[in-house]
């Protein structure tokens, strides 16, 4: 439920999906938390009124391999969103948005990034794309200036000192812009890397995993940093694996499984559809077995050795359901002296959809 959100286990190692899966499973009798308040974004604002900026029409990828790694995909990003893609590892993340890049080539199927054919208009295509891979690859001898520079030549653009200026500023580098690379940290390095992606003005960036192995503090940062590029009218695109950087983000939710793309939902709507709720009774007296007369009326639970009753429903249910269980419970003599409520993460629902349960 609410507690199942990122961890600070996985988030201190940087762990990937399948550790998250396990952390989710496992840490089901965590304590509640209280809600965060995310902030709603201008995209969500005006929704309904935004145009398509990627239009991805019946993808598909086989490899050389023989592998296909991905399989008939369609998809619309909106200009002006963030838009998160989940999936455990090798679901065909990295596949779909290097291809949307350039840099890998479809085997079927259409893409038009603002408007462009990522294959028969390719130049014009790949000007609207920024990228910002995972892996840091940087010249650790250039300065900050040089090797952002650099990155606006190579796709035939003339200088333009005020956008690098711009650039280096709103990323909290111009300080650094002298800098040798070899002399950042981590984090310069990354933000760095999305300087580079944002030197020749795209319209769209792609985020792949922005904030792995990056410390809570600075994701924090990055995540603030990143919704003042969307108010700039920049459209993102990012992949994670921490659950909490998509609850916190994104304004869209995709969810790949074994390329296949299983699920497109705003968010808000996805937590609201798929999610549970869960009210937990401590019971004045144990119960050693949930009680004939209940069992398959409702799904209920024992914890905490028979101190707890928890009553999962769904969040879309009949309130009926609670006030019949809490009279059925007085019918029987179990009495409880507190009850509270908490409601799915993000980060369960995921859980279930990628093991096809949702
Ligand atoms: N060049 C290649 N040749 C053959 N198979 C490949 C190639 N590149 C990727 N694959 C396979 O395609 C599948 C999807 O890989 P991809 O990198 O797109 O997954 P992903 O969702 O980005 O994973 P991760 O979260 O681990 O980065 C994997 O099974 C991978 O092994």
Redesign the pocket.
């Known amino acids: 439920m609410e507690v199942l959100k990122t961890s600070s286990a996985f988030e201190a190692a940087g762990c990937?999906?399948d550790c998250a899966l396990q952390e989710a499973a496992s840490a089901a009798s965590a304590p509640a938390r209280p809600k965060r308040k995310i902030p709603d974004s201008p995209y969500r604002l005006k929704r309904g009124l935004v145009p398509s900026i990627v239009s991805v029409n019946q993808l598909s990828?086989t490899?050389?391999?023989g592998?296909q790694?991905?399989k008939r995909v369609d998809l619309d990003i909106h200009q002006g969103e963030i838009f998160a893609l989940l999936?455990?590892?090798?679901?065909?993340?990295?596949?779909?948005?290097?291809i949307i890049c350039g840099i890998?080539n479809p085997s079927e199927g259409t893409v038009l990034a603002d408007g462009h054919d990522i294959v028969t208009d390719f130049r014009a295509a790949r000007t609207k794309i920024g990228l910002v891979p995972?892996e840091l690859a940087t010249d650790a001898f250039e300065t900050v200036w040089g090797t952002v520079s650099f990155s606006r030549g190579l796709f035939g653009y003339s200088p333009n000192p005020a956008h690098i200026e711009k650039v280096l500023r709103d990323l909290s580098l111009w300080d650094k812009k002298d800098s040798k690379i070899m002399a950042l940290s981590g984090g310069m390095k990354r933000r760095v890397m999305i300087a580079k992606a944002l030197s020749h003005e795209p319209r769209i960036l792609f985020l792949?995993?922005p904030t792995a192995g990056v410390d809570v503090e600075l994701r924090r940062g990055m995540w603030e940093m990143v919704r003042k590029l969307r108010e700039s009218g920049v459209t993102i695109i990012l992949?994670t694996?921490y659950i909490e950087e998509a609850e916190e983000m994104a304004d869209r939710i995709g969810v790949?499984r074994k390329?296949e793309l299983i699920l497109v939902e705003d968010k808000a709507v996805l937590m609201k559809k798929l999610g549970k709720k869960q009210l937990t009774l401590s019971l004045r007296n144990a119960l050693a077995a949930i009680p004939e007369a209940l069992v398959g009326r409702y799904q209920l639970d024992l914890a905490d050795d028979g101190h707890s009753l928890i009553y999962t429903f769904d969040k879309q249910g009949d309130d009926n359901q609670i006030a019949g269980l809490l009279r059925q419970l007085g019918e029987l003599g179990i009495d409880f002296k507190d009850l509270h409520s908490s409601e799915s993460s993000l980060e369960e629902i995921f859980v279930s959809l990628v093991r096809g349960q949702a």
Request: avoid cysteine; glycine fraction near 14%.
């Open positions: 990937h999906f990828k490899y050389a391999s592998f790694a991905l999936g455990p590892n090798g679901a065909g993340k990295t596949t779909l948005i290097n890998v995972q792949d995993e992949t694996h790949i390329g």
